[in-house]
Structure formats: C-alpha cells, structure tokens
C-alpha cells in the first residue's frame, strides 16, 4: 500500500512565524503535490515537484515556497505565516505517468 | 483550462436510501475523472476513476459513477447509503496531457445519512 505521512496534524503557529509543512511517500513516486483546502472551496493546488530539486507553480502559490531535497520528502513552506493562510494543507504522490494521486492525512493549521 | 462544478453543497439523505451527487466538468481535452471520499479528520481515498472504456465505472464501498461526455457529467451513485458513508466528496478531472497529472477538484459535496 502507498503511505503518504505528514508530519503533523495539528499545527498552531503565530502571524510572521515561519511554518515548515512536511511530507513523505514511501512509494519511489516522481511527482508530488501540496493542496490547500477550504471549506466550500475543494482543494487548490499551491505548489507541486515532478523530481528532485524540480518544482512548478500550481494555482495558489502566493505567500509559499516549497523544497524537495530528496525523492521522498516534500516540504512546505510558508516564508511569514499570516491568517489568511489558516486552512487544511494535503499532500499527494504520484507516479510518472499516473494520474492517481494518493493523499496523506493532512496537517491543520491555525495562524494566530 | 479545466473546471469542476458539484451541483449540490450538502446532500442528506435517510439510511438505506439511494443517493446521486452530482458533478459537471468542462475541459478541452480529453479528460480522466475521479471521485474522492474525505472521511472526519482523514486524508483523501480514491473511491473510483474513469480513464477509459466503459462509461460505468464501479468503485469501493458500492458506489459507481456514469460518465457522460455529451453532458459533461460524471455523477456519483450509491443505491443504498449506510450510516458510515457520510463524508464529503471531491470530484476531479486530470487532462493527463502531461505526466505530472495535475487534479482540478470541485468544491466537494457533503453527504450526511441519517438514521
């Protein structure tokens, strides 16, 4: 089974912190993503990484940077948390080539 | 650009009953569809997908979807719902037009059973 962990469900941060968001597949999977999701809204795409030190600009990337230093680990990262960005955040893996993605559990955040 | 309209927010519905959520997408290519399931404090689990082939597409937990090009809808089904199926559910399209797979969701229907 693919596992997709993050590295913390709760998360509560204050505004200007720098928050890090963390994610690992244990599948060997190319492509990875961060989504943010907001009631009434779905899931948005912020950022996603098709290979190591790869990365592109999905629909919401405003006020997040992402890193992918290793196949495995994805990461997200919010420069200066502010409460706007006060949301879910949802990480996924794919293969090359695949369109299934395959969701870790999520980490809420709460900027205060 | 793709684009992904669930017709309803909320939906509920009495146990036992047959349930439909609705979906609606808009796409210029050729399209791969999906339906996820968020349960309480949960990630996302792929429920089914339709790629190719048949326009019925049979998933987990006794629910199928009907893709319809003519009308732009892939519409959820269960014939018979369960306490345990309440959740919301995500609805999404992937042009698969490169192998990153990009997903565009809908804004999610909520489906509460009742007892």
């Known amino acids: 089974d693919v596992k997709v962990t993050q590295s913390s469900r709760y998360l509560v941060k204050r505004t200007g912190e720098k928050v890090f968001l963390e994610c690992v597949q244990d599948?060997?999977?190319?492509?990875m993503f961060w989504y943010r999701q907001d009631p009434g809204l779905g899931l948005r795409l912020i950022y996603f990484?098709?290979?190591?030190?790869?990365?592109e600009k999905g629909d919401i990337p405003e006020g997040y940077s992402v890193s992918r230093e290793k196949k495995e680990r994805f990461s997200l990262i919010l420069e200066s948390a502010s409460t706007n960005q006060t949301s879910m955040y949802l990480c996924?893996?794919?293969?090359?080539?695949?369109?299934?993605?395959?969701f870790g559990p999520g980490t809420r955040l709460t900027v205060l | 650009a793709q684009s992904v309209t669930q017709l309803d927010s909320q939906v509920p519905v009495f146990e036992e009953a047959p349930v439909e959520l609705r979906c609606n997408y808009s796409?210029?290519?050729?399209?791969?569809l999906f339906w996820y399931v968020q349960y309480p404090n949960q990630g996302l689990q792929l429920l089914l997908k339709y790629l190719s082939g048949s326009t019925l597409v049979k998933g987990i937990n006794g629910f199928e979807a009907e893709f319809n090009k003519s009308q732009t809808s892939f519409h959820l089904r269960k014939p018979s719902v369960h306490i345990s199926d309440t959740a919301e559910y995500f609805c999404a399209v992937s042009d698969g037009g490169t192998s990153y797979g990009k997903l565009t969701f809908g804004q999610g229907t909520i489906l509460t059973v009742h007892p």
């Open positions: 996924a893996s794919s293969l090359m080539g695949a369109v299934t993605q395959y």
């Open positions: 599948m060997d999977h190319e492509n």
């Open positions: 796409s210029s290519v050729s399209v791969y």
């Open positions: 990484s098709y290979d190591v030190k790869m990365k």
